[in-house]
């Protein structure tokens, strides 16, 4: 007696493109960046926070009542960028904390004006 068992089956079998992160095309770009154009981009980090958004945050903070904390907090974004650079961290490390400080300085911008 001989038994014969087949399964006749067929199985799809899909391969997706993997798709990378945000957070792993930006670190590929930052890279590169780093690579071709790390004092541009040092420099202006260090113009966007010391040239325009701490005196402009500052500005706002002096006209609506000088409350020492939140000048202690805008020194602070302010700092984050200044050191990174100093550090002569790559640019994958520096855009990071130009965004934090910057977004620093538009939550110190909008307490100002609650705080008084």
């Known amino acids: 007696m001989a038994h014969t068992l087949s399964h006749q089956h067929s199985f799809r079998i899909e391969h997706r493109k993997s798709r990378s992160s945000v957070f792993s095309r930006f670190f590929a770009w930052a890279v590169s960046q780093d690579e071709k154009n790390h004092v541009g981009w040092v420099g202006a980090s260090v113009m966007i926070m010391a040239g325009i958004l701490f005196p402009a945050t500052m500005a706002f903070i002096l006209l609506n009542g000088a409350d020492f904390g939140l000048i202690v907090a805008a020194m602070s974004g302010l ?3 200044v ?3 100093l550090a002569a961290l790559p640019v994958k490390y520096t855009l ?3 965004l934090l400080g910057t977004l620093t300085d538009l939550v110190v ?3 100002s004006f609650l705080i008084k």
């Open 109 to 111: 911008i909008v307490a």
């Open 83 to 85: 050191v990174t650079n």
């Open 79 to 81: 700092v984050l960028v």
């Open 96 to 98: 990071p904390f130009l």
